[in-house]
């Protein structure tokens, strides 16, 4: 296994705080990882600070706003760009897939995450535990890069058990190898 497919927490120095969990794998070219929302667990200031350190050119947030004020991030995208971050809002309910509106988005982010790790990049992709929504997204850039599915899905799992929860979230993330 190389080194960038395990799953660390973000800033090895601060690892004896409960901290953020970032996990990452290769995928196209870059690195593609998933994380829970930041301040999900109360140190949202903390949990900034790890994404900034890892140095995403991307994050992707499948959670909702009111995940987001739940959490104590109300401005968790202008808080991610003056990290000189590109963010995107793609909201997905809890256990969902993306909704009409989202999915009709899902093609240009798809394209941006896509570019990014081409050109060895880094994209983090978060939801609100780090698992299915956040999973599902990752699976599918997965494939869309040209990985086969199950292989896609062993690897992610490798550094994320949780990945992906639900069947219509693994249907969703498999229909890239058609739109890819």
Same mark, same amino acid.
């Given at each position: 296994? &190389? ?6 927490? +973000? ?5 004896? $705080? !409960? ?11 870059? /690195? ?12 949202? &200031?903390?949990?900034?600070? $790890? ?21 104590? !991030?109300?401005?968790? %995208?202008?808080? /991610?760009?003056?990290? !000189? ?14 909704? *009409? ?5 899902? *093609? +240009? ?6 570019? +990014?790790?081409?050109? %060895? %990049? ?12 956040? %999973?599902?997204?990752?699976? &599918? ?7 086969? *599915? !199950? ?9 994320? *058990? ?19």
């Amino acid at each position: 296994m &190389r080194s960038e497919e395990t799953s660390e927490p +973000a800033a090895p120095d601060e690892a004896a $705080q !409960a901290g953020l969990t970032i996990h990452a794998l290769s995928a196209g070219g870059g /690195i593609l990882a998933l994380c829970r929302l930041p301040g999900a667990e109360g140190d949202y &200031r903390g949990d900034l600070i $790890q994404i900034y350190q890892w140095k995403p050119g991307l994050v992707l947030s499948m959670t909702t706003e009111a995940e987001h004020v739940a959490a104590g !991030a109300p401005r968790l %995208g202008i808080d /991610i760009q003056s990290m !000189a971050s590109r963010w995107l809002h793609l909201p997905v309910p809890d256990f969902g897939t993306p909704p *009409p509106a989202v999915a009709a988005k899902w *093609p +240009a982010a798809s394209r941006s995450a896509r570019q +990014a790790l081409g050109g %060895g %990049g880094r994209v983090l992709v978060h939801c609100r535990g780090g698992c299915g929504r956040s %999973g599902m997204a990752v699976l &599918r850039l997965m494939i869309e890069c040209g990985e086969d *599915p !199950a292989q896609a899905l062993a690897r992610l799992r490798s550094v994320r *058990p949780c990945a992906v929860e639900t069947e219509a979230q693994m249907d969703w993330a498999c229909a890239g190898q058609v739109a890819g």
